[in-house]
C-alpha cells in the first residue's frame, strides 16, 4: 500500500497511464496525489478528467489554476483563451457531473504528516491555518451561488494578506496563494508577472518557500503550478511539476521513501504552445 504525489498532468492522459504502469499502480491498495491543474493545454483533458474521477477515493486532487479557470469558464463567467484545450469537457454528455466533481475537490490537502497544495502558502500562515482558510474557499465552491464566487474570484489585488480581510477580497488572495503563487516579498506580498526560473528575479521577491521565518516551515509541503522551476525535493518542500505538457518529465513521488518516477515527454514537445 503505497501512496504516490503526481504533479500536473494538464490533460496529458496517455502519459499519465504510462507513468502509472511503469511504478505498478494497484488501484485496489495504492493512492494517487495530485497537486491540481488535472486539465489543460494537453491534448486529453476530458479523458484525464474521467481517469481520476473514476477513481474514487483512490485519488485525492487539489484544485489547481487551470481546473479553476474551467470552472469559471463551464459557468460562462469567462470566455475561453486561445491556448484552452477544454472543448471536449464543455461539450461532452457528462460536464455536468465530471464539472459538480471537480468543484468538490479541496484547495488543500493534510495527510500523513504532509500537505498538498497546487502553488504555495503565504509566509504568515501556518499549516493550520491555511487549511481553515482553504476550507472557506472550498465552502464557496460548493454553494448553490458559486457562480458568483466564481465571476469575483480573479484579480491581481489584494496582493498581500491580512486577517481583517473579509468577502471576495479575502477568498481571492487565498485562491491567489494557493494556486498562483510563485514569488512574494518577505512581508507576504505576491507577485505574479515572473513566471521562468530562479534567475532575473524582481527586487525585493524571492521563492515564496524561502521567506525567512515562514509559518509553515518544518512540514513537507507538496506542490506543482512552477513547471520552469522543475523537480525541487528538500525536507520541507516536494515541488514535482516537470513540465509534462511541455514535453519534459511527469513526475510522482512514492511519499513512504521519497522515490522518483519519471515519464519521459518529449512527444509532447511543441504541441502545447502551439495550440
Keep these: 500500500m503505497s501512496t504516490y504525489a503526481i504533479g500536473d498532468v494538464q490533460g496529458c492522459y496517455d502519459e499519465l497511464r ?17 497537486v491540481g491543474d488535472l486539465v489543460n493545454r494537453g491534448p486529453q483533458s476530458l479523458e484525464t478528467l474521467r481517469f481520476v474521477r473514476g477513481l474514487g477515493k483512490r485519488a485525492v486532487t487539489v484544485l489547481g489554476n487551470h481546473d479553476l479557470s474551467l470552472l469559471v469558464i463551464a459557468a460562462g463567467r469567462a470566455k475561453p483563451h486561445r491556448s484552452d484545450t477544454i472543448d471536449a469537457i464543455l461539450r461532452a454528455h457528462d460536464r455536468e457531473e ?50 458568483d464566487f466564481l465571476t469575483h474570484m480573479y484579480g491581481n489585488t489584494p496582493a498581500v494578506w491580512d ?22 516579498d518577505a512581508a507576504g506580498r505576491m507577485e505574479f508577472s515572473h513566471k521562468t526560473a530562479l534567475t532575473d528575479l524582481p527586487p525585493g521577491f524571492m521563492p515564496w518557500f524561502d521567506v525567512p521565518g515562514r509559518a509553515s516551515a518544518g512540514t513537507p509541503i507538496i506542490c506543482g503550478h ?12 516536494l515541488s514535482i511539476d516537470t513540465g ?32
Design 18 to 34: 504510462r507513468l502509472l504502469e511503469a511504478f505498478g499502480f494497484d488501484p485496489a491498495h495504492d493512492t494517487l496525489w495530485f
Design 98 to 147: 465530471l464539472l459538480d466533481w471537480l468543484r468538490h475537490r479541496k484547495m488543500m490537502h493534510v495527510e500523513g504528516g504532509c500537505a498538498m497544495v497546487h502553488a504555495g502558502l503565504l509566509p504568515q500562515w501556518t499549516i493550520e491555518r491555511a487549511q481553515a482558510l482553504a476550507a472557506e474557499v472550498e465552502s464557496a465552491l460548493r454553494a448553490p451561488d458559486y457562480a
Design 163 to 184: 486577517d481583517a480581510l473579509a468577502g471576495y477580497e479575502r477568498l481571492r488572495v487565498v485562491v491567489n496563494a494557493m494556486t498562483r503563487l510563485r514569488l512574494c
Design 226 to 237: 512552477w513547471a520552469a522551476l522543475g523537480l525541487v525535493l528538500t525536507d520541507d518542500l
Design 244 to 275: 509534462c505538457v511541455w514535453g519534459r518529465e511527469l513526475s510522482a513521488l512514492r511519499l513512504e521513501d521519497r522515490r522518483l518516477f519519471q515519464w519521459d515527454c518529449r512527444a509532447l514537445r511543441g504541441r502545447a504552445s502551439a495550440q
